[in-house]
Nanobody
Framework: HVQLVESGGGAVETGGSLRLSCAAS?????MGWFRQAPGKEREGVAA???????YYADSVKGQFIISRDSDKNTIYLQMNNLNAEDTAMYFC???????????????????WGQGTQVTVS
């Protein structure tokens, strides 16, 4: 079982930046970030494999950057030029399987963090 702990959320003004972190208690081949706004479904934001392959939702391409420190089993999400549409609870997700479905599918991930709130105003 892998435990995930997110940090870095908070309140920021429009146009500002935040950097989210997610520390995993063990190895996970595939890790990603999802977000869920009130009244909306959880959606995939970005994902990264141990091989360095990255995946992004079209809505955040060029705005968010996902990275990974494999030595620390930690991933990061650098979020730039934030706007109100980015306001949501952000969740870290992880899975040890090499293959398991589309990166943006919640079913791809076995382990989830508790979430960290990002509010842009």
């Amino acid at each position: 079982h892998v435990q995930l702990v997110e940090s870095g959320g908070g309140a920021v003004e429009t146009g500002g930046s935040l950097r989210l972190s997610c520390a995993a208690s063990g190895y996970a081949y595939f890790m990603g970030w999802f977000r869920q706004a009130p009244g909306k479904e959880r959606e995939g934001v970005a994902a990264i494999s141990t091989g360095g392959g990255t995946y992004y939702a079209d809505s955040v391409k060029g705005q968010f950057i996902i990275s990974r420190d494999s030595d620390k089993n930690t991933i990061y999400l650098q979020m730039n030029n934030l706007n109100a549409e980015d306001t949501a609870m952000y969740f870290c997700a992880a899975d040890s399987r090499t293959y398991g479905g589309y990166w943006y599918s919640t079913g791809r991930y076995r382990y989830w963090g508790q979430g960290t709130q990002v509010t842009v105003s």
